[in-house]
Each structure stands twice: as structure tokens, then as C-alpha cells.
Nanobody, 124 residues
Framework: QVQLVESGGGLVQAGGSLRLSCAAS????????MGWFRQAPGKEREFVAA????????VFSDSVKDRFTISRDNAKNTVYLQMNSLKPEDTAVYYC?????????????????WGQGTQVTVSS
């Protein structure tokens, strides 16, 4: 069983930055494809970014491309989401997700394991 714990959320002004972390346990993160999703109040959970098991492939949603980066440190079993130039519309609960299959995935149903989420609030 894989456990995921997110951290790094908080309140930031528009234009600011935050870095989210997702620590995995129960299985080596190098054997997991990882992703970040977010859910704003009253909205469906949406894809943000994903990274392959090796870290060599990354994918981003159009809404965050060029502002967010995703990376991983498999030695620390941790995945990061660096969020720059934050906008009020980025406000949401951010969830880390993991799955042992190989191909980078962008859909929530393609992930078996989920963290509890961390709140990100961007004020205007």
C-alpha cells in the first residue's frame, strides 16, 4: 500500500510562488508514476501536472504550463510542484496521486493512490 502526504500549501498573493511536496511511502517512488491534481470549490478535480517514473517526461495542463514545474527526487521518495506567477484562479486543494504503471497519465482514474490534499489560496 502506498501512502502519499502533501505539504507546502498556504496563502500567497497573486504573482507569488509556492512549492508543494508529496512524500511517498510504502513503495519506492521510482516505481510510481506521479501526478498533481486540484479541485476548487464547486468544481471537478482537474489535472495539473504529471511526471514519469524516471522524471524524464513531464506533462502540464494548458492552464499552468509555463508557470508550474514538476520534479522528483527518487532518493527522497518525493515529488515537487513548483508554482510560480500564481493567480487567484489557482486557488484549490491540490492532490498528489501515484500509480505503478509506466506511461505518464493525465486522468484521475489512471491513478490508484491519492494523498489527502493541501490547500492553496491565492489572494488578488
Amino acid at each position: 500500500q502506498v501512502q502519499l502526504v502533501e505539504s507546502g500549501g498556504g496563502l500567497v498573493q497573486a504573482g507569488g510562488s509556492l512549492r508543494l511536496s508529496c512524500a511517498a511511502s510504502g513503495r519506492a517512488s521510482s516505481s510510481l508514476r506521479m501526478g498533481w491534481f486540484r479541485q476548487a470549490p464547486g468544481k471537478e478535480r482537474e489535472f495539473v501536472a504529471a511526471i514519469s517514473r524516471s522524471g524524464g517526461t513531464t506533462v502540464f495542463s494548458d492552464s499552468v504550463k509555463d508557470r508550474f514545474t514538476i520534479s522528483r527526487d527518487n532518493a527522497k521518495n518525493t515529488v515537487y510542484l513548483q508554482m510560480n506567477s500564481l493567480k487567484p484562479e489557482d486557488t484549490a486543494v491540490y492532490y498528489c496521486a501515484a500509480d505503478p504503471r509506466w506511461v505518464v497519465a493525465t486522468r484521475a482514474y489512471e491513478y490508484n493512490y491519492w494523498g489527502q490534499g493541501t490547500q492553496v489560496t491565492v489572494s488578488s
